[in-house]
Structure formats: C-alpha cells, structure tokens
C-alpha cells in the first residue's frame, strides 16, 4: 500500500531537548516536505526536498532542522524545542512539479 | 507572491442542505494547479482534487462539484445534499513551481460542521 508513515503520532517533550520526527514513504517520489498546521493559519510549509542531499527552506525554517541521506526518509529534526513549536506536523510526499502530494498522518507535537 | 484566502472560517448547517466553501488565490503565474483536501476529526489530509489553470471545466463527483473561475480567481467547493460524514476542515491549497521546486500554498482552512 503506497504511504507516507510519520511517527510518532502524538508527542510531548520539554523545552530544549532534542527530538527527531520521523518520515518514511514507499511510492519512490522524489519530492517531500514538512507542514506544520496552526488554527486559523492553514498549513505552512517548513522545509522541502527536491530529491537526496537537495534540500532548502520553506515559509517557517526557524527552529528546524532536515535532512535527506535516503530518498525514502525525510527526519525533522528541533535541535532545542520551545512552545512556541507546539503544533500539528505533517510531511508529505510527491512525484514532483505540480502532482498532488501524499500526506502523512500527521505528528501531534507539545513542547512544555 | 501566491495565496489562497478562505474568508469562512467556520460554517454550520443543517444535515441535507447544500454548502458552498469559497477559495480565492492569487498568482501571477500561468501554470499552476488548485486543490481542496479533507481533514476529518480523525487529522489525516484527504485528497479531493486538482484542477490546472487551463482547465475551467466545472467538475461534479458524487455530491461534490467544485467550481473554477479565473476571471474571479475562485475555486470553490459546493457540497450538494450535506450529511453528518462531511463535517470536517477543509483546505484549498494552491501549487505552483518556484525555480523549478513544488510550492504548495494553502488557505487557512474552513471547518464545516453538518449537524443532524
């Protein structure tokens, strides 16, 4: 089954220690990148990748960290959280240029 | 620079009745495609669909129809004959490449509750 696995789904950690959240797909897409969804703000776009070792920023980089050694995994990484990280995570996963993306089941993220 | 503006942020009605959701972008780009996702109360995104901007053909599925006008630069969604499994957020996202990289834009959501 082609899928976009996200884990972990839901997740609480204190301010300033290092978490990594993990994504995996199966669909050998090329194109990935992480959301994070706020009320009243929609999705917005934190880093993408355009294919291994090719990856840039988003609309909100600050506080985050990626990475793309393997086509199928796209980890993100918050070197040293705050609360202000607090959100809904989503990755999501594309064959590129306008193709619609595959999402993730999202990772519910809470920084104390 | 790309947006999608959903003006409602909440809308509520009655089971059977017929709902419009309004989705309006902005792009100076040509090419670009324009999408509506589902997120029901359980999170996940749920594809609906995608149209290109030289397509203006209105669309129907089911009791899903979406509407695409340039001139106005709308999208929107109608939902004929609503029922309970409707309530959910539902995005339009709007996609266009930026030096040859994907850029997915979505509006800010509108949360469609369909009570019995």
Known sequence: EAQVTQNPRYLITVTGKKLTVTCSQNMNH???????????????????????????????PEGYKVSRKEKRNFPLILESPSPNQTSLYFCASGRGGLEKLFFGS?????VL | AQKVTQAQTEISVVEKEDVTLDCVYETRDTTYY????????SGELVFLIRRNSFDEQNEISGRYSWNFQKSTSSFNFTITASQVVDS???????????QGAQKLVFGQGTRLTINP
């Open chain 2, 88 to 98: 959910a957020v539902y995005f339009c996202a709007l996609s266009t490449l930026i």
């Open chain 1, 106 to 110: 999202g990772t519910q993220l809470s």
């Open chain 1, 30 to 60: 090329e194109y990935m990148s992480w959301y994070r969804q706020d009320p009243g703000l929609g999705l917005r776009q934190i880093y993408y990748s355009m294919n291994v070792e090719v990856t840039d920023k988003g609309d909100v």
């Open chain 2, 34 to 41: 324009l999408f509506w996702y589902k997120q029901p109360p």
